[in-house]
């Protein structure tokens, strides 16, 4: 799951993610990632920094959240960040 506000940021991040396999829902809130998290039971959510604590609190589910800078969500340093939270939410 792809959670951020600014939908440019949010629509790069989702396409450099799918163009690699990963199969993304884009979401635009908070509130909207966690309603969906606890029916998707996503792998990782990927938020913008000052959305983790807010996402972390709202959960009812083990999923792994990933804080990523802007810059980063617009780099290869981005999947290997997601696939690292996959692999250690799997161990």
């Known amino acids: 799951m792809v ?41 990782v959510i990927v938020c913008a920094p000052q959305d983790e604590t807010s996402v972390r609190s709202g959960l009812r589910v083990d999923v792994p959240v990933v804080p990523v800078a802007a810059e980063v969500a617009v780099s290869d340093a981005l999947v290997e960040i997601v696939r690292a939270a996959i692999r250690s939410s799997t161990i």
Not at 12 to 40: G, M, N, W
């Open 3 to 43: 959670l951020d506000a600014d939908h440019q940021r949010r629509d790069l991040t989702e396409a450099i993610l799918a163009k690699l396999q990963f199969a993304v829902a884009p979401v635009d809130s908070v509130q909207k990632a966690i309603s969906i998290a606890h029916a998707l039971r996503p792998s």
